[in-house]
């Protein structure tokens, strides 16, 4: 499962619409034409998150987020003579986490899809998605699937932020649920189709304030699609990609009720060969050892303890930065918090890296899906 | 002596309350009169000003074409500029509702998903997914919805040039709360729809920027101005504002001149009341100064007293001129929409600023009317107050020294005019204030001079006529409020009469086709509101069509301002007749005009020092082109300025597009009315408005009524004024002369001789009025002709007197003095014997 802070305007217009093809658990997958887009679905969004160390000065590290939302307006494209005729809107968010000097910035950017301000690919494209850069900023933002790679490319002048990154699986692609179909609640149709490239090797460049650095890592890549994700009790999730350093790679996610109480979760571990395995609820437990009180006065969970006894594994997962809240300012006003952690074993050593998100804290932060 | 004061004026109220009544009355209507214009001027940007507050709400610039529209391409541009917060595109064009005469939608086809985010104004909830999918979705102000009766899901019928659409209320959304003066007229949708169901793809009309923060607006400005490099222009609010104001500058200081005549009629009725006043109560004032009041203390008493009656004026004069202002807010209103393509004044609002204006200029006003006159008092000697009448030999002996000092006056007028003339527009108003202050000025010695006609035997009309000068004093005062009241409307109503004279030639000249084709919405949205290739096409097929002439317009600017363009086919056969140049052969400059030349319209030459043979300079959305100039044409249309080029010229400029109006020309014999008919029920589909030549010409001169409306009232109110004065002058005779009137009744004269006496004395009154407002506004004429018309307007008039409405107005004024003799003249005739006194003797 993976956030998608959408605009509660957009949302709460189209909750009820009853075009929207749902989530179908047999879903015939077929590569590479399901990276691209399905406008059928409502929702759908290509989530990218990683750790990179600047290839001149590999003490000197960075996360980031890129993410690009598809949010269907209408199932039926309008059948209106202008170029802002849309029957989709397309919402990118971008965050770099400079662990040296402990920042956190966040980007994003919300237009129509149309020819003037951003879109979206079909095969064989190379363009999966496209939005135009913020105001203030030339050029576009971009995620392009060519050569079995994926090609990232965001930019923000006013935040001082840039990223052009190639994303390379060095995985295979992993079907989170059952034939990809992912449950998100015990009521029958919250559901998305979900698939994850839970390592990619990552090279490009990324630009944090005035400085531009050659850097290389790891990345994992999620894409879900689907009509209606988040059941009516839920508010919102926490959610964990880990790469552990023994080579395996472990997705959970919680998602949670108003009293905070847990009402559904899931989580898939993958085995260095790339096999994949759900883990039933009774198989793991996640618990928050500490808070964080953002400027907002959102309070957040920060730092866990996380463990799958059957599979020998007992972590800990501490925040690198803790101030990695995404505040959007387009999207009604949501603020979530994504940043990476680094995992430690129960012996103190070091277990892996990987990337946090925790929706639905706060006032009216229900990600409304 | 406060007490007394108190307890005087109360005593001054009860004793002539007429006389007050009418001092007040007059003082009320000359601050309404004031008072209304500046409501309707300070009004006329209100709604332009609000509007702008409403849509662009935060918006610091606004990117807009240099003709009215972009490329909606531009937005890239502008988001890449370095400190733009946010750019939101905007389609802006009036549509008709149809169906409903006058009644349009000021539409703003907004990029609502961005705007819901950051417009001043809030969709309601769930608002829009319905604005984005729910085709004709429009959001309404409740204000209007209330007006048309219009709910949530009712289908409004709109038109964009000769193109239909249905619109649905999808949501009322009170832009008004965010800018109480915006215009109810706004609608917002979505900038999709706008463009598909009524506009054209990639034509946006504004981009609206906000500055990211701690951005300098200057440098953002700049910037933007480089990246456009010229394609665009660049505008904060204020300088929309600014520039709208410029266009109206002209009609806003002509109402403004006209109303301060109306106040300087009534400030002169407030001198009369007031010499009035003291010519009753000389006696009092005699005792005042004889039991010991100072000097000070008399003039202090006769000012205050003034300034009571300036301030009753004035409570009375608010509302009236409120509720003037109220009655020609349409009128005012169409010609800021029509003939300025501005919004119109949606709302009348007196400000505390309008309010306090009033109270200076009525209390002012009066206490300066009643200045002279109460230093004099004060001046007097105890004797000579309680002794008669020495005021009045007075003002005899003086009559030729105020002759000599009004035509002083005028000789400095013109003088200033002469030396101001070019560098400061006003100064033709100066000319004519001149002939105004002249024109009183000379009402002694007319009075004197009625006095030397022929002595007539019986005690009757003509008596009261001839005897007019024995008390020149206030005879001379109402005599010259009448003949300020009547030369403003004699030179009014010239002035409009050859205006109207000067259109109706140029209509006839110019106006050659024989039926006209256009649209309900073309007036105001112009380059927007087009005629589709289907209506086109059936007008070609008009039987008996001989040419077919076509027309696109913009507002563009071009010789440093907005100007009005239009493309035209230069070669229509016989085409040099739709043109009336200045000078020059017709041919010729339709020659030149297909070989790319400009025509110039005259107020534009004008204003903008152009000639045959200077360049015009066009902003068009490719930059800037300089025009030759092949002549300059009549034109009365365009206050801001017309041109005229070939349609390759104007495609050149423009790009392609389709023409706004057509016109047929048929064969001779051919029946227009019924070719416009015909053409009617053929293009019923279409919004179109198909008019005979009669009946455009009709509806022209009509438009050029409604611009008048105003001035009409003013002059209207002027003349109110001026018979108020006539009643007033004249129950003052007839109180001061008591002593005199009873001897002609001791003597045998009988009432209705009485009568005649004073109804001879209004008639009198009336008759110099009329010989000095003639002479007045013979002259003011000749100014608001040949200076304020083309210094202000920029177009030249023939001067045509309407001598049939002039002469109505003359017997209209000796009627209304007539009239205001009555009851004075009936006051006087009851005078009773038994007031005979030794000061009559």
Redesign the interface.
Known sequence: MRCSPL?A??A???AA?PAWRPADPAHRWELPRDHFAHPDHRNEWWYFTGTLAAVDDPARRLGYQLTFFRVG??PEP?A????????Q?VMGHAAVTDLRSRTHRFSEV???ASP??GGFGAPPGPGVAWA??P?????RWTLRLEGGAFHLAMRD??RGIALDLVARPTKPLVLQGPNGYSRKAAQVGYASLYSSYTRLATEGTVTVGSETLRVTGESWMDQEIGSSQLAPSQVGWDWFSLRLADGRDLMLYVLRRADGSVDWRNGTLVARDGAARSLAPQEWSVSALSTWRSPRGVTYPAGWRIDVPGEGLRLVAAPEVASAENRS??AGGISYWEGPVRLTGADGSAAGEGYVELTGYGEGTRPPL | MRRYLVRAIAKELRASRALFILAVAGVALGVGSVLSIQILNRSALGAFAGSVRALSGEADLSVLGWAGFLDERLLDEVLSVRGVAAAIPLWRAEAAVDGRTDASLELVGADLLQAAVRAPWRLPEGGLGDALTRRGWVAVTPALAAEMGWRVGDRIPVSLGSRRATLVVGALVDLQRIAPLASRRLAVMDIAQAQALLGERGRIHQLDVRAAEGVSLAELRARLEARLGGRARVLTPEQRTAEAEGLLAAFRLNLTALSLVSLLVGGFLVYASVRASLARRREELGVLRAVGATRAQVLRLVLAEAALLGAAGTAAGIPLGWLAARANVAAVSGTIRNLYLLEGIEAVTLGPGLVLLAVATGVAGAVAGALGPAIDASREDPRALLASITLEERVRARSGRTLAAGLAALAAAAAAHVALRGRWAPSAFVLALGVLVAVPLAAPAAIRLLARAGRPHRLGVAYGVRTLGARLGSSAVAAGALAVAVAMLAGVTVMVGSFRGSVERWLDATLRADVYVSTPSWRRARSDATLAPEVIARLRQAPGLVGLDLLRQVQVQAAGRRISLSGLDGALPGGERRVELLAGDPAAAMAALRGGAALVSEPLARKAGLAPGSRLAVRGPGGETALPVAGVYRDYGTEGGAALVDLSTFARLFGPGAPSNAALYLAPGADAEAEVLRLRAALRDHAVQIRSNRTLRGEVLALFEQTFAVTRLLQAMGLVIAAAGVTLSLLVLARERRGELALYRALGATRPQLFAVFLGRGLGIGLVGLALGAAGGAGLARVLVDVVNPAFFGWSIALHPPWGALGGQALAILAAAAAASLYPALTASRTPAAELSRDAL
């Open positions: 605009a305007l957009i709460a217009t189209l619409a307006l209408s309008p209106l003579d202008s170029a802002w005729a849309a029957s809107a919300l237009w129509r003037l301000l135009r850069a105001a203030g900023t030339p050029g002048d006013a300012t387009l």
